[in-house]
């Protein structure tokens, strides 16, 4: 039986499931991740609602997505347009916030480069993750 792992993006962070989770199908799969995603974002569903829960096969094969909007039972009331809408505007801003995240970790680099440089100290690193992702190569 292969083993399904989860990757959950929020607000900028990333979490990774490194156990994972045996289930018969990819299907399955997708099933389990929306019952995650529900009970992630109960009783904050507002605050929740561009979260990304994405799934993996065997820690590789990218099976599916999924956004929290989609699987938000507070919108079950919504006309399947206004839903729709309410899902787009939601995936934008996941994106927002990816892309929001990636400029504050080379705004990151850039201090700690050039503090570097300056013989200064500097944040090494952050959550676990190096601020500056050229060091290995120093």
């Known amino acids: 039986m292969p083993t399904y792992n989860f ?7 990333c979490l990774t499931d490194d156990v994972g989770v045996a ?11 929306c019952g995650v995603a529900r009970d992630l974002m109960r009783c904050r569903e507002t605050a929740t609602r561009h979260w990304l829960l994405e799934v993996y096969q065997n820690r590789g094969r990218h099976v599916c997505d999924v956004l929290f909007a989609s699987v938000d039972p507070t919108l079950d009331h919504l006309r399947r347009e206004t ?17 929001i995240y990636s400029a504050k970790l080379t705004m990151d680099d850039s201090r700690a480069l050039i503090a570097r440089s300056r013989g200064k100290p ?17």
């Open 122 to 138: 500097y944040l090494i690193a952050r959550n676990g993750e190096l601020t500056v992702r050229s060091l290995d190569r120093v």
């Open 23 to 33: 289930l018969p199908d990819a299907a399955t799969a997708h099933r389990y991740a």
């Open 7 to 13: 990757k959950l993006r929020s607000n900028g962070d």
């Open 83 to 99: 839903r729709t809408l309410v899902e787009s505007v939601n995936a934008k801003r996941r994106v927002l916030e990816d892309e």
